[in-house]
């Protein structure tokens, strides 16, 4: 067992810390403030080479690990707190990499290199009107039509919607939808590659809405309706009625690199914390870190970041040990539980501790002049959600733990 | 076109931590290339891509971290690099690592041009380009913010307290560079991944035959400058000469002018 990094992974490390202090650090209040991340800094980030980094090559990827996309997001968090960068680049690698493993050649051909490049966007379209993690109840439908599909139906709650609408090229989903009929069931569930605009052309039959969220502004969330969106049979990805395993795979990858942002923007608020409790003087100059009341909290919050970023490095660890080294002793299920943890643990942990430092300063803490709120409402928003509500990772870990047949009752 | 770049593993003294009494804590803190080296390397990869132009790097010393600062080079875009194997750098005297660099340029150039960053994030004596040019016997640009490399020569120009001086050579010369001369570029993950591949030289001081002289740090101490704050009231106009005149006397009192 080791529990360093290799140099690779220190020296890509400090080169994404590097980049973040220099080209995002001066900008993330701004990037929450105007909801927005600058165009001119996701090419920057394009060309560093923070998208695609777990892919090879020869599809415009970085040829990195998914264990150095963990690094990145986490670096990247840790520089805008608020995470909405970070969330950027983690559906930027997560998803394309799920395309990566499942897609045609020719999809991958067409969508990976323009993703890398940071021309085009590529995120996930899973969850619908009346629910995200009830997967296998969703009602969008693809219906065959020569060697088209025809797609119709609503996507809610969906990263990215206006930043594809944006970018030079555009973007689209990893899309998932039912084939034939809205029946419940997950046997029924077809993954396509949905491009609403590409190459600059946005196409009929894609109308977009952008909600108003209370926090993580500088990436928009959205919502879509598709009417008769025609997709070429190329842009399926995987067999035909496999889409809900597929998409679960694409979900651990996704959910590693969400618990890393949340991890890496926690990282920041306890670097803050121990800045203030060093510095923070009452009761006659003693300084607050002399308050066990504090610093043991903050020794118990400490232990639990440590956690959390064991869960996370370990889980993305594994996804390199199945998907990149192809080791045989690790399957594609292994992953449930490692991820889950991390996904569990991640962004609870992170939300527990803005909570905590956010009260150590004190009715200062609480004013916007003090940016603490952005960072606890930006990891708050994967308490809820996003690849999963955190039930469902419970419930994952105590099927996968105790039993299926148990847990189902 | 030939430019060789020294680089030095050197302490982030952004990092550099105190112990109570003072003292810094040099073993805990953590090197890497100076930021003046790193724009000496950024300046000739400007130079290559420019021109065209073989690049080689090289450092001193015989830790991991010292081969870690040759593959930084690479990621950044040089093409070759040595490494002098040596223990304890640190200990070496300037003009040992002076007659170490120079015996690099005699023994594998020729070269056209010699970068260094003016000063390393430690030590930062300045004297080793000026030791180095005068070793050689060729041209110094010195302390330069802004340069330009041409097909037969060099510009460059260096802002002294005084004023900016504009220097121009011939090749081959020594130029160091100031943190002030370029961005440095960050390595992408791909050049990284790259840059492990390309062989570094190893040499000795003994194979290039240069004679080892060593000076002992005897200690190194915290240096606080003492501030005082004078507070000179001017509430209107006609009251600022008075204040500048008392003010010119309190620095006399204390002997800063």
Known sequence: ?409 | MRILVAAKLSLDAGQLKFDSSGHPLIDACPRRMGDADKCAVEEAVRAKEKLGAETVVVTIGGSAEHARIIRDAYAMGIDKGYIVRINEPETLSLPTVARIIAEIYRRTGPYDLVFLGVGSNDTHSSMLAPMLSSMLDIPLLPSIDKLDVKNDGVEGIATMEDGSYTFRARFPAVISITSEANEPRIPTLRAILKSKRIPIQEVSPEDLGVNVERIRLENVERFILPRRRILMEAGDQSQIEEAVGKLLEALRSEGVI
């Open chain 1, 1 to 409: 067992m080791d529990f360093q990094f290799s140099e690779d992974e220190i020296r890509f490390r400090d080169s994404v810390r590097e980049f973040a202090e220099r080209y995002i650090a001066p900008r993330w209040v701004e990037i929450d403030e105007k909801g927005k991340i600058p165009l001119d800094l996701i090419k920057r980030m394009g060309d560093q080479g923070l998208f695609a980094i777990p892919i090879p090559e020869e599809y415009g990827g970085m040829g990195g690990t998914m264990l150095m996309a963990a690094i990145a997001v986490e670096e990247i968090a840790y520089h805008d707190p608020a995470v909405a960068t970070a969330v950027y680049v983690l559906l930027n690698n997560g998803w394309p990499f799920a395309l990566y493993l499942h897609g045609s050649e020719d999809a991958k051909n067409e969508v990976l290199p323009k993703v890398a490049s940071g021309d085009a966007f590529f995120g996930i379209a899973s969850t619908e009107p009346q629910g995200g993690s009830d997967v296998a109840g969703i009602r969008t439908v693809a219906r065959k039509k020569g060697d088209k599909w025809l797609i119709s139906g609503e996507k809610s709650f969906i990263s990215g919607v206006r930043e594809l609408m944006e970018l030079p090229v555009g973007g689209g989903f990893f899309l998932v939808a039912k084939t034939e009929k809205a029946e419940w069931g997950h046997r029924n569930i077809t993954d396509f590659v949905v491009l609403p605009k590409w190459n600059g052309k946005l196409k009929e039959g894609f109308n977009p809405t952008i909600y108003d969220e209370i926090g993580r502004h500088g990436i928009s969330t959205g919502g879509f309706t598709l009417e008769e969106f025609e997709v070429d049979d190329k842009f399926r990805i995987g067999e035909e009625n496999k889409g809900f395993y597929y998409v679960l795979e694409g979900f651990n990858i996704a959910r590693t690199l969400v618990a890393a942002a949340t991890i890496g923007s926690a990282r920041w608020a306890l670097d803050k914390a121990v800045e203030w409790l060093r510095e923070r003087r009452l009761f006659q100059g003693r300084p607050l870190a002399s308050f066990q009341g504090i610093s043991f909290k903050f020794a118990e919050l400490y232990a639990e970041l440590e956690a959390a970023k064991y869960f996370v490095y370990k889980a993305a660890w594994m996804i390199d040990k199945v998907y990149i080294e192809k080791d045989p002793t690790y399957k594609p299920k292994d992953l449930n539980v490692p991820v889950s943890l991390a996904k569990l643990k991640g962004p609870e942990t992170a939300t527990r501790i803005y909570e905590e430092v956010l009260k150590w300063h004190g009715a200062l803490g609480y004013t916007k002049e003090c940016n603490l709120y952005r960072g606890w409402l930006g990891t708050f928003s994967y308490t809820i959600g996003a690849e999963g509500a955190q039930n469902i990772m419970r419930y994952i870990i105590a099927r996968d733990v105790i039993g299926s047949e148990y847990v189902r009752g």
